[in-house]
């Protein structure tokens, strides 16, 4: 199903995706990689290669909204068409939002809403030329159940599962797929930042998810056409009864949520 395939990925450098990009190389897709850090993009380029797939990258600064432009113009003129984007760059911090700087919020909105929305605009024209595509965004099952000390955060991913939804409605014309993830915590690189003190890794280290196994679910939901990945699968049955019962799920489990 991938073979041969032009799959772009953001924040490949590190976490879900760079284990996104070694499973799609090994499927005979063509990976492009998008992160900031050129060593670790270079270093993961020669690791693929050295295990048969075949990877490009390109350094881009996902806050730059003429950065976005001009380096998928060049994925668009290299490889003449993008088959998958997976939008997987993300950065969150827990903290209480009464003592949050501005920086940190802006930060979040810049990265999980505003690059993810340029990036995906900037890949589109593409996908509606030759009527067909597919779109992943990584959001959370924060963005439907937000706790305290991810109230930003939530919000950044309750925006991406919405600009998903809608998304979908608006090019299902054109034969362009829209997935939404809804992880719940993953064991990744992005805590060192999230959550320095480790405190949340402590309190939810039994429930994280790995990297790789994150992945995989992905990739199967794009062969099996899912609409919405929900991880691990009784944190997304959870988000359900949440979602119908706000008020009843908030006192049952409340304490237990609240583990930041």
Same mark, same amino acid.
């Given at each position: 199903?991938?073979?041969?395939?032009?799959? *772009?990925?953001?924040?490949?450098s590190?976490? *879900? /995706?760079?284990? &996104?990009?070694?499973?799609?190389?090994?499927k005979?897709?063509?990976?492009?990689?998008?992160?900031?850090?050129?060593?670790?993009?270079?270093?993961?380029?020669?690791?693929?290669n050295?295990?048969?797939?075949?990877? !490009?990258?390109y350094?881009?600064?996902?806050?730059?909204? %003429?950065?976005?432009r001009? @380096?998928?113009? #060049?994925?668009? $003129?290299?490889?003449?068409?993008?088959? @998958?984007?997976?939008?997987?760059?993300?950065v969150?911090?827990?903290?209480?939002?009464?003592k949050?700087?501005?920086?940190?919020? !802006?930060?979040?909105?810049?990265?999980?809403?505003? /690059? &993810?929305?340029?990036c995906?605009?900037?890949?589109?024209?593409?996908?509606?030329?030759?009527?067909?595509?597919?779109?992943?965004?990584?959001a959370?099952?924060?963005?439907?159940?937000?706790?305290?000390?991810?109230? *930003?955060y939530?919000?950044?991913?309750?925006?991406v599962?919405?600009?998903?939804?809608?998304?979908?409605?608006?090019?299902?014309? !054109?034969?362009?797929? *829209?997935?939404?993830?809804?992880?719940?915590?993953?064991?990744?690189?992005? $805590?060192?930042?999230?959550?320095?003190?480790?405190?949340?890794l402590? %309190?939810?280290?039994?429930?994280m998810? !790995?990297?790789?196994?994150?992945?995989?679910?992905?990739i199967?939901?794009?062969?099996?056409?899912?609409?919405?990945?929900? $991880?691990?699968?009784?944190?997304g049955?959870?988000?359900? &009864?949440?979602? &119908?019962?706000?008020?009843?799920?908030? #006192?049952?489990?409340?304490?237990?949520?609240?583990?930041?």
């Open positions: 199903m991938f073979q041969k395939k032009i799959i *772009v990925i953001t924040g490949a590190s976490g *879900v /995706g760079r284990e &996104l990009a070694c499973l799609f190389a090994s005979g897709a063509q990976v492009v990689l998008l992160a900031r850090n050129v060593e670790k993009l270079a270093e993961l380029q020669r690791q693929i050295i295990e048969g797939g075949s990877a !490009d990258y350094s881009l600064d996902i806050t730059d909204i %003429n950065s976005i001009l @380096i998928f113009e #060049k994925i668009v $003129l290299r490889f003449q068409h993008i088959d @998958i984007l997976i939008n997987c760059a993300g969150g911090k827990f903290q209480f939002f009464s949050m700087g501005s920086d940190v919020i !802006d930060q979040m909105l810049a990265v999980n809403v505003h /690059g &993810l929305i340029h995906t605009q900037a890949a589109l024209p593409s996908m509606v030329q030759q009527k067909h595509g597919c779109i992943v965004n990584i959370s099952l924060a963005g439907i159940i937000t706790t305290s000390k991810s109230v *930003v939530g919000a950044t991913k309750h925006a599962i919405g600009f998903s939804n809608g998304l979908r409605m608006e090019t299902l014309k !054109d034969g362009i797929r *829209v997935i939404v993830v809804n992880p719940g915590p993953i064991r990744t690189p992005f $805590l060192n930042i999230a959550d320095p003190s480790g405190h949340y402590k %309190n939810a280290g039994r429930f998810l !790995d990297a790789r196994t994150v992945a995989e679910k992905v199967s939901g794009i062969e099996k056409n899912k609409r919405e990945i929900n $991880l691990p699968w009784y944190m049955i959870g988000a359900k &009864l949440y979602q &119908l019962m706000p008020g009843v799920f908030e #006192k049952i489990f409340g304490r237990i949520i609240n583990m930041k």
